[in-house]
T-cell receptor
Framework: KQEVTQIPAALSVPEGENLVLNCSFTDSAIYNLQWFRQDPGKGLTSLLLIQSSQREQTSGRLNASLDKSSGRSTLYIAASQPGDSATYLCAGPDSWGKLQFGAGTQVVVTP | SQTIHQWPATLVQPVGSPLSLECTVEGTSNPNLYWYRQAAGRGLQLLFYSVGIGQISSEVPQNLSASRPQDRQFILSSKKLLLSDSGFYLC??????????????FGPGTRLTVT
């Protein structure tokens, strides 16, 4: 069974700094790795999905990398803004599409 | 484009009362559907998933049940709620099979408080 770990659990940075969020997984036979954002009391918004055949994926200020051999994915957020404050979750599906989530990293960007 | 709806958005129910949460998906057919729960201060836990009408798989033994009466409708139910059923319930869908990215999309969630 896939196990997903996210470090750190919480992160506080001043506005303008780059954010680096880490995600580790145990099963390298991963279909994809999906990064989500969750605002307090809200559902999950998909940010990026990296296919198992890809090494990275970019969307605006967000860049996610995937290294299957080491069981790691990293989400980079460039030039952070207060609006980036949220909880970020990573997850990978099994063959039935069931997602195994990490516990998340709670990010606070201070003005 | 596809959208996913959940209702109600919030619910406060006494212990022992029944529960019915509904999820519907628009703009796709034959999706895989999932119910997750997020308890306060805890991660997301998969409760049920469905690969087709009437097909339900349970991940966690509990007093909740799920049904899929139509292709794009997924219902979470309980006959008698417990305090421990409080949490944030999220419905999600994906498409599996050849060529699928397995990307999963989530609804806005239902906040359930059992008193």
């Amino acid at each position: 069974k896939q196990e997903v770990t996210q470090i750190p659990a919480a992160l506080s940075v001043p506005e303008g700094e780059n954010l680096v969020l880490n995600c580790s997984f145990t099963d390298s036979a991963i279909y994809n790795l999906q990064w989500f954002r969750q605002d307090p009391g809200k559902g999950l918004t998909s940010l990026l999905l990296i296919q198992s055949s890809q090494r990275e994926q970019t969307s605006g200020r967000l860049n996610a990398s995937l290294d299957k051999s080491s069981g790691r994915s990293t989400l980079y957020i460039a030039a952070s803004q207060p609006g980036d404050s949220a909880t970020y979750l990573c997850a990978g599906p099994d063959s039935w599409g069931k997602l195994q989530f990490g516990a998340g990293t709670q990010v606070v960007v201070t003005p | 484009s596809q959208t996913i709806h959940q209702w109600p958005a919030t619910l406060v129910q006494p212990v022992g009362s029944p529960l019915s949460l509904e999820c519907t998906v628009e703009g796709t057919s034959n999706p895989n559907l999932y119910w997750y729960r997020q308890a306060a201060g805890r991660g997301l836990q998969l409760l049920f998933y469905s690969v087709g009408i009437g097909q339900i798989s349970s991940e966690v033994p509990q007093n909740l049940s799920a049904s899929r009466p139509q292709d794009r409708q997924f219902i979470l139910s309980s006959k008698k709620l417990l305090l421990s059923d409080s949490g944030f319930y999220l419905c999600a869908w994906t498409r599996l099979g050849a060529g699928s990215s397995y990307e999963q999309y989530f609804g806005p969630g239902t906040r359930l408080t059992v008193t």
